[in-house]
């Protein structure tokens, strides 16, 4: 899970190895688009990236329980229209540099931090938090090979 310093280190060294002309093994964004969408995930996560909130299937504990903690994520998935960066989404090192910040900021905030409710699964556990921060990040990093 992301509270754990080991994967936030593993996560952080594969975000190094990423390149701006990756191409996604599926999905839409580009790699400058999904490094963005991750760095806005964790500042949604952390309540400074405001994501209208969703009511759906997803809120239903057995259903979030295995979304989050059984299944792997889906490819192509949809997601909240205000974590869709644009094409053009900024300098590729610039947002690097920001997705690589808010790890850190994540891991020094901890399991005990204060988080904002999950627009489209509600109030989690801190242990699902965590578990939900490493997949999301690790599904996209896969979506482009790192």
């Given at each position: 899970?992301?509270?754990?310093?080991?994967?936030?280190?593993?996560?952080?060294?594969?975000?190094?190895?990423?390149r701006p002309d990756a191409?996604?093994?599926?999905?839409?964004?580009?790699?400058?688009?999904?490094?963005?969408?991750?760095?806005?995930?964790?500042?949604?996560?952390?309540?400074?990236?405001?994501?209208?909130?969703?009511?759906?299937?997803?809120?239903?504990?057995?259903?979030?329980?295995?979304?989050?903690?059984?299944?792997?994520?889906?490819?192509?998935?949809?997601?909240?229209?205000?974590?869709?960066?644009?094409?053009?989404?900024?300098?590729?090192?610039?947002?690097?540099?920001?997705?690589?910040?808010?790890?850190?900021?994540?891991?020094?905030?901890?399991?005990?931090?204060?988080?904002?409710?999950?627009?489209?699964?509600?109030?989690?556990?801190?242990?699902?938090?965590?578990?939900?921060?490493?997949?999301?990040?690790?599904?996209?990093?896969?979506?482009?090979?790192?």
């Open positions: 899970m992301i509270w754990d310093p080991a994967v936030r280190s593993s996560l952080a060294s594969r975000i190094e190895r990423l191409k996604p093994r599926w999905g839409k964004m580009n790699a400058n688009q999904m490094v963005l969408h991750c760095a806005q995930g964790i500042e949604m996560m952390m309540g400074t990236y405001p994501v209208k909130r969703r009511s759906g299937p997803l809120r239903f504990p057995p259903l979030r329980y295995l979304i989050i903690h059984v299944f792997p994520f889906p490819k192509s998935a949809p997601t909240a229209p205000e974590l869709i960066p644009p094409v053009d989404a900024g300098d590729f090192s610039a947002n690097v540099a920001r997705l690589q910040k808010r790890i850190v900021e994540l891991g020094e905030r901890g399991p005990s931090g204060t988080y904002a409710e999950h627009p489209a699964f509600g109030r989690l556990s801190p242990d699902t938090l965590g578990v939900l921060g490493e997949k999301h990040l690790d599904h996209h990093l896969k979506q482009f090979g790192v």
